[in-house]
């Protein structure tokens, strides 16, 4: 063989090697093409993915958001509103308070005005029982059973029980132990019956309204 054949040979040899070299490195360039373009594919669908979300999540904070701001703002006009029924209630509260001081106290003026009416009748009608019992002492023995004495008899007893409905009572004098409270000394008198500071006469009968004394008794007491 010459020798150009020989180097002929060689080089188709050198060649043939050389082919299946590039043809491996074409295709890994190819796979690894394909490889970033996968990747590219896979990024962008990730971010379309992404911003498809983004207003999704913008949306649900945008909800949340609102659901708070409701939320304080009802709280708010709870706490408003449950003030405003307690300052009601405090009020109404005074209100009442001062309407029962009123109510009481008018209670209390009304009683002592219709007291006080009362005892200036009872202070006028007095001195007609007086006159009554002067009357009926003065009836002589022979004209005690007689029809107009029973009949002053009779009317004396009627004005002292309606007296005595009103709450009108004679106050006890004669034996009594002097209390100036009740009782108006007028004199001083010598007594065998009685003790000293002990009322032995009663010159005027004496009366109480309700516990109060509408007239002094004017009494004699032993000395």
């Known amino acids: 063989m010459s020798e150009e054949m020989k180097k002929g040979t060689t080089d188709n040899l050198g060649t043939e090697e050389v082919i299946p070299e590039m043809e491996e490195d074409e295709v890994r360039a190819e796979e690894m093409e394909k490889t970033l373009e996968d990747i590219q594919e896979t990024d962008e669908t990730e971010n379309e993915e992404k911003a498809s979300s983004a207003p999704e999540e913008d949306e649900k904070d945008g909800k949340a958001d609102k ?12 706490d408003a509103l449950k003030e405003k029924v307690e300052e009601l209630e405090d009020r109404v509260k005074r209100q009442m308070a001062e309407f029962e001081n009123f109510r009481k106290r008018t209670e209390k003026e009304k009683t002592a005005m219709f007291e006080t009416g009362a005892k200036s009748v009872i202070e006028k009608i007095l001195p007609v029982v007086d006159n009554f019992e ?9 004209d005690k059973g007689s029809a ?28 009594e132990e002097f ?5 108006n000394a007028v004199m001083q008198v010598e007594s065998e019956e009685y ?16 516990d109060g004394v509408v007239r002094h008794s004017m009494v004699a007491v032993v000395g």
């Open 179 to 183: 209390n100036p409270d009740f009782h």
């Open 134 to 142: 002067r009357g009926l002492a003065a009836i002589p023995e022979a």
């Open 195 to 210: 003790e000293s500071g002990i009322i032995a006469q009663e010159l005027q009968k004496g009366y109480t309204y309700r």
């Open 67 to 78: 659901k708070v701001g409701k939320r304080k703002f009802r709280d708010k006009k709870q």
């Open 148 to 175: 107009f004495a029973e009949g002053m008899e009779m009317i004396y007893k009627q004005l002292l029980s309606e007296l005595e409905k009103m709450d009108v009572k004679p106050i006890p004098a004669v034996g």
